[in-house]
């Protein structure tokens, strides 16, 4: 199996900056991309930003230009940082990975973390 484990999140003043880092472990065989997702209270989830390996990076228009995603394949690590964080920033963040298993019988599936809870505070 393969497991996704996020850390950072909680409460950020406004206009600061936001870094959420996420760590893919298990049976991996590649990572062909990893990204964040986010849920607001009373919306669906939507990307942020996404990023293949070895590709660019694609950004959601609302945090385009002040965001930055990087993938470490070496340790199967993704980190979003965003600055000048707003009030609409706030949500639920959901790392994503769409990895091939090395197991047999795994595949290529697409996996998801337990997300992180970020607010924040004008």
């Known amino acids: 199996q393969v497991q996704l484990v996020e850390s950072g999140g909680g409460t950020v003043q406004a206009g600061g900056s936001l870094t959420l880092s996420c760590v893919a472990s298990?049976?991996?065989?590649?990572?062909?991309?990893m990204g964040w997702y986010r849920e607001a209270p009373g919306k669906q989830r939507e990307m942020v930003a996404v990023i293949p390996s070895g590709g660019n990076a694609n950004y959601d228009d609302s945090v385009k230009g002040r965001s930055t995603i990087s993938l470490d394949n070496a340790k199967n690590t993704v980190t979003l940082q965003i600055d000048r964080v707003e009030p609409e920033d706030t949500a639920v963040y959901y790392c994503?990975?769409?990895?091939?298993?090395?197991?047999?019988?795994?595949?290529?599936?697409?996996?998801w973390g337990r997300g992180p809870h970020v607010t924040v505070s004008s």
């Open positions: 994503n990975a769409d990895i091939l298993g090395q197991a047999y019988g795994l595949g290529r599936r697409w996996y």
């Open positions: 298990g049976s991996i065989a590649r990572i062909n991309a």
